[in-house]
């Protein structure tokens, strides 16, 4: 088994655990599975992980339209997400996540879901530039 199946397995096992744990109901019906530890704090993350630099400048070219390839791109983003999962389960981080790792950044995450936002290369003008 390769190191990539073999953080993908133990993140499965984790995962599954968690699900047998606590079971949330929310509403419209979904039950979710919680994490919950009387024995420690619980550990996590909020937002993208560091990228590979490679995996890094193919990110960059789809968020700036050049040119690049999307096999290749979608092969390093499956291969980064399961080095990133693997080093988490190595972490021993609780709630395990993809890091990020196929998404540009949150603003264009924003922007190319939601309309009435816009790039602006005036920054440094806003009221809250710098702040």
Known sequence: MGAEQEGGRLAVAR?????DQLRVREPGGLIQAMNRSRERILTTHAGSLPRPADL????RALAD????DRDAYA??????????VRRQVELGVD??????????SFVT????RLSG???SDKATELPWSGS
């Not at 890094?56 to 990110?59: A, D, G, H």
């Not at 339209?65 to 690049?68: D, L, M, T």
């Open 109 to 112: 995450y924003v922007i190319d």
């Open 75 to 84: 092969r390093r983003v499956k291969s980064a997400v399961g080095e990133i």
């Open 56 to 59: 890094l400048e193919m990110v």
């Open 95 to 104: 709630v395990i996540d993809d890091g990020e790792m196929g998404k540009p």
């Open 65 to 68: 339209g050049r040119p690049y």
């Open 15 to 19: 995962l599954r655990a968690a699900r």
């Open 117 to 119: 936002f816009e790039l």
